[in-house]
């Protein structure tokens, strides 16, 4: 059984005085909420001030992005180990608007995430496809390049530490979701390349959780999906409201799923 996760990608949104009313209302919201794990990433200035408002919670912080090494002459970049120091525990590497904007490598992001597992960060690995992609058929093809390339020289044992989300690029921020079918069919086939790339047990073991448009109204449906282990939360992590009756759904899916 794996326990879902839902994870708030606040984005660039968030100065303090938005983000802790944010984190508070979505901490209050949950505090009976059993069988789910909730992560929320704030933008790096309001790590600390979310981290306080967490702490002590059942709610875990964390990062949108990490520079591969601990520490050096990277003007404007953070390391995984101040990352760590404020409390982080997860970190979303290779999201599809840092490959787009940044131009982000498949070996770069590779880097982080070897990086990111070096300093006790989980990486939040993410693939998706465009969607052009998507039209000529190259879905399995994009995101396995992805997959492979992100978890290249990790070893067998330490894949168990990372999350993996499938991101279809085009359902991101877009108010249309993949269906449940769409994307636990690019599930399963993701699971079965992790197999592969560890083994049989560690595979059913990964957490691999969809990001693309969740909202209140689907969240519980793609929960539902036997391959579907959760949501990555863009715009509608922005409203506490809205996050914690994705969490309730994805917790309540995830249990009758269990039954
Ligand atoms: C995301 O940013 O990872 C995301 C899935 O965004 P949205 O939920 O807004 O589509």
Not at 238 to 248: D, E, S, Y
Request: proline share 5%; aromatic share 4%; net charge negative.
């Amino acid at each position: 059984m794996r326990t879902p996760l839902c994870v708030g990608n606040w984005k660039m949104y968030g100065t303090l005085a938005e983000a802790r009313p944010l984190a508070t209302g979505v901490r209050d919201g949950l505090r009976r909420v059993k069988d789910v794990q909730v992560v929320l990433c704030p933008p790096f200035t309001a790590l600390a001030a979310v981290g306080e408002i967490v702490a002590g919670s059942s709610l875990a912080l964390g990062a949108q992005n990490c520079h591969p090494e601990p520490s050096g002459a990277y003007t404007g970049e953070v390391a995984p180990p101040m990352l760590a120091e404020l409390g982080c525990r997860y970190v979303i590497l290779g999201h599809s608007e840092r490959r787009r904007e940044m131009g982000e490598s498949d070996e770069l992001i590779n880097r982080k995430v070897r990086s990111a597992l070096t300093h006790g960060l989980t990486p939040i690995l993410c693939v998706g496809e465009t969607a052009e992609e998507r039209r000529q058929g190259l879905t399995f093809t994009t995101v396995e390049g992805q997959l492979r390339a992100g978890l290249a020289e990790v070893a067998a044992e330490a894949m168990a530490g990372v999350v993996l989300a499938y991101e279809p690029v085009w359902a991101i921020g877009t108010g249309a979701n993949a269906t449940p079918a769409q994307a636990g069919e690019v599930h399963g086939y993701l699971r079965g390349l992790l197999s592969e790339l560890s083994s049989k047990d560690v595979a059913s073991s990964i957490r691999i959780v969809y990001g693309g448009s969740v909202k209140p109204e689907n969240a519980e449906v793609l929960a539902a999906e036997g391959e579907i282990d959760g949501a990555l939360v863009g715009g509608a992590s922005l409203n506490a409201q809205a996050f914690v009756t994705i969490v309730k759904k994805t917790a309540h899916a995830g249990a009758v799923r269990g039954n």
